[in-house]
């Protein structure tokens, strides 16, 4: 085997290197009727599945945070200083934001209270109380998150197909700041389609082999 120069052989691509410059996020009550999301790009444009409504405008300084919680259980071994067995009792993914508009959706999940009913009063008051014990909401949430524009641009895509709010931190009213709506949500497995997450990478400016996977065949 011939000798190589690091250049030849290191392997590094900045192409390869992306940001979520852009991003929205979807979410629908759960329905056990809802179709399976496999693609997000129909090859001209972006195809967003039917009943998802948007969070609208999240802030800029939190983005959005994808947690992953993983508990493990080890097994040690009389002379060696590693684990010789590892496995994982549990791997939970979350998801954290902070949506800005006030509307109700993002009620919805900060309230924990379905509102798809809810009207105004003969005087347009809007009126929400909170119950004693929530009935916890299940929702699907969609993810789209987009790098470089036209031709170039990319999507990265995470759906969670069952997933919870599992906190909603404190709000502040002042007259410095917009009233903020910061939401954790959980992924659960679902059952029909088998994963708490599906991740999708799609878009005209995908380079499938500088990723390492193989180009799309016709169909």
């Keep these: 085997m011939a000798g190589a120069s690091f250049e030849t052989i290191k392997g590094h691509n900045p192409k390869n290197i ?14 056990d009727a809802d179709e399976e999301i496999t693609s997000i790009w129909d090859g001209s444009g972006l195809a967003l599945p039917p009943g998802y409504e948007s969070v609208g405008l999240t ?3 939190d983005g959005a945070t994808w947690t992953r919680d993983q508990e ?11 684990p010789t067995r590892r496995d994982v009792l549990s791997d ?14 993002t009620l919805e999940l900060d309230k ?8 105004s009063d003969a005087n347009g008051n809007v009126i929400i109380d909170k119950p004693s014990r929530p009935q916890p909401l299940y929702w699907r949430v969609l993810a789209i998150g987009k790098d470089g524009d036209g031709p170039d641009a990319i999507y990265v895509v995470r759906w ?9 931190a404190e709000q502040k009213w002042s007259e410095e700041d ?4 910061p939401a ?3 992924a659960y497995n679902d059952p029909k389609v088998g994963t708490s997450m599906r991740e999708i990478w799609a878009g005209p400016g995908l380079d499938h082999e500088a990723m390492g996977f193989p180009s799309p065949t016709a169909g």
């Excluded at 924990?112 to 009207?119: I, Q, R």
């Excluded at 969670?160 to 909603?168: D, G, K, S």
């Design 59 to 61: 802030t800029k300084s």
């Design 92 to 105: 939970q993914t979350g998801l954290q934001f902070t949506a800005q508009e006030a509307k109700r959706t």
């Design 72 to 82: 493990v259980s080890d097994v040690t071994s009389h002379g060696y200083a590693e």
């Design 184 to 186: 954790t949500l959980s």
């Design 112 to 119: 924990g209270v379905d509102l798809s009913t809810l009207s």
């Design 18 to 31: 992306r940001k979520i410059l852009e991003m929205a996020i979807f979410v629908k009550r759960y329905d």
């Design 178 to 181: 917009e009233l903020k709506f």
């Design 160 to 168: 969670l197909p069952r997933a919870q709010v599992t906190e909603n």
